[in-house]
């Protein structure tokens, strides 16, 4: 009986042992696997952090190339610009010429008749001023139209255009008892950015702002004892985006914009005012301007 007792004891320190290891090395197991797997949630943040490094580069690369592009673009827009108005200097362009005119004489007729009555001492120093070639623009006449279209005259002597355009400034030109403008022919998109330039200027002389136009920058402003300058547009937008106070009176994007829907507006209501009805513009400000010259 002792020794079969003896051996059940021993068998159950032996089972005792066993379960100990097998404790034992189920702990060492899992505890490796926890370590491997936060070993693992290591590498694969170190690699979520260096892909989205890699993601920020190549993100700031590409924004800083589209920069450089957009630079480029703006560079070249404005080198279009100036060859298209180089192209244009000999240009003069006629603006409230009524098209009755054209039925009974040639447009070069009419412009020489308008000098000498207008500024005959030109024609007085240099005889018949020659003209390249003058038309209509559009060429294509529109029935629809209330206004008569713009003419545009291109001179063989830019000296001669220039002393027309500088007494068109001094007084107002008149043709048969009606009033004619004479302008400089420029590129649509100066004309737009003259033409907002202005009302900036306008508007910024009525909040008292003492606006001033001075090489090289477009405009100055006198401001709380300040004096800013702004070369561009948008500079000038960007500044008045971050003064409330005078964005509301500044805002003349938003002024453009409705202008040009009121005058979309009336000319639906001309030319077809039984269809007429209230809807946005389809053109945008660029388009209607090119369409206009």
């Known amino acids: 009986m002792k020794d079969k ?125 020659e003209i390249e070639r003058i038309h209509r623009s559009p060429p294509v006449f529109n029935p629809q139209l209330t206004t008569p279209r713009n003419v545009i005259a291109k ?47 306008q508007k910024a002389r009525e909040q008292g702002l003492q606006p001033r136009i001075n090489y090289p920058s477009k405009l100055t402003i006198f401001l709380q004892g300040k004096v800013l300058s702004f070369n561009t547009i948008e500079e000038f937008q960007a500044f008045i985006q971050k003064r409330p106070d005078l964005n509301r009176k500044l805002d003349v994007q938003a002024q453009n914009s409705k202008e040009n829907h009121q005058k979309y507006q009336r000319y639906q209501a001309t030319s077809n005012p039984k269809s007429y009805q209230k809807q946005p513009p389809p053109f945008t400000d660029q388009e209607t301007e090119a369409q206009r010259n």
């Open 5 to 129: 007792a003896k051996e059940m004891k021993d068998e159950v320190k032996r089972m005792k042992d066993d379960l100990q290891r097998k404790s034992d090395q189920k702990e060492k197991d899992d505890q490796n696997a926890s370590d491997e797997i936060q070993s693992l949630r290591t590498r694969i943040q170190q690699l979520e952090l260096s892909d989205l490094t890699r993601q920020q580069d190549t993100i700031k690369k590409k924004n800083k190339k589209n920069e450089k592009i957009e630079e480029n673009m703006k560079h070249f827009i404005h080198k279009t610009d100036n060859f298209e108005n180089c192209s244009r200097r000999d240009n003069l362009r006629i603006i409230g010429l009524t098209e009755d005119h054209d039925k009974r004489k040639s447009l070069d007729i009419i412009l020489q008749e308008i000098i000498q009555e207008n500024c005959p001492d030109i024609l007085e120093q240099e005889g018949k001023v």
């Open 155 to 201: 001179f063989k002597n830019y000296q001669t255009k220039e002393k027309i355009l500088q007494a068109g400034k001094k007084k107002p030109f008149r043709y048969h008892r009606n009033t004619v403008k004479i302008t400089p022919d420029l590129a649509a998109s100066t004309l737009k950015e003259e033409k907002v330039w202005n009302m900036i200027f």
